[in-house]
T-cell receptor
Framework: DSGVTQTPKHLITATGQRVTLRCSPR?????VYWYQQSLDQGLQFLIQ???????AKGNILERFSAQQFPDLHSELNLSSLELGDSALYFC???????????FGSGTRLTVV | AQSVTQLDSQVPVFEEAPVELRCNYS??????LFWYVQYPNQGLQLLLK??????LVKGINGFEAEFNKSQTSFHLRKPSVHISDTAEYFC??????????FGTGTRLQVFP
């Protein structure tokens, strides 16, 4: 157990729908990173939050958004879902900004 | 921009044989390098990392990697593999701007 908790573990939804993925960082970690792992794009950095503020953006679509709450958990919102959004979504957390994070076990999203 | 190239998408090997998984990166600045392992239906686990200092880095499960700045490589090696090493292996580079950039992965298949 890495200490980073992601829920749900699996999610199946239809095209056009909206889903929310949740990440609880390790105790004491202020930074949260989101990554997407898909068959065609591989592992890609999406977005990072540090202590509630957006810190860096990667290849995140406009249909996707994220936030980090005062209790430091983070949510990744995916809307107007397409078949190509099917992927494994990972969250990682770290104590400080700009350091390597510890990964959670991911949420597998299937869009049908 | 940073990039990571894993030269082999699949590496089949017999149990107890040595293995090398190749990784090259492109960077004009100092980088931090990592190898992660992903077992089937699981998250990413850090195998080892190079931040600075000795170019030979030892990680978990008997793996090691050598940082070669002149060849911009960070190949992963193990002198004797086990069936349980069957997994996907990802090389990654971490920079302050791009966060973690992953290679496309190498599937190590160990046969009895």
């Amino acid at each position: 157990d890495s200490g980073v908790t992601q829920t749900p573990k699996h999610l199946i939804t239809a095209t056009g729908q909206r889903v929310t993925l949740r990440c609880s960082p390790r105790s004491g970690d202020l930074s949260v990173y989101w990554y997407q792992q898909s068959l065609d794009q591989g592992l890609q950095f999406l977005i990072q939050y540090y202590n509630g503020e957006e810190r860096a953006k990667g290849n995140i679509l406009e249909r996707f958004s994220a936030q980090q709450f005062p209790d430091l958990h983070s949510e990744l919102n995916l809307s107007s879902l397409e078949l190509g959004d099917s992927a494994l979504y990972f969250c990682a957390s770290s104590v400080r900004d700009n350091v390597l994070g510890t990964f959670g076990s991911g949420t597998r999203l299937t869009v049908v | 921009a940073q990039s990571v190239t894993q030269l082999d998408s699949q590496v089949p090997v017999f149990e107890e044989a040595p293995v090398e998984l190749r990784c090259n990166y492109s960077s004009s600045v100092s980088v931090y390098l990592f190898w992660y392992v992903q077992y089937p239906n699981q998250g990413l686990q850090l195998l080892l990392k190079y931040l600075s200092g000795s170019t030979l880095v030892k990680g978990i499960n008997g793996f090691e990697a050598e940082f070669n700045k002149s060849q911009t490589s960070f190949h992963l090696r193990k002198p004797s593999v086990h069936i349980s090493d069957t997994a996907e292996y990802f090389c990654a580079v971490f920079t302050s701007t791009d966060k973690l950039i992953f290679g496309t992965g190498t599937r190590l298949q160990v046969f009895p």
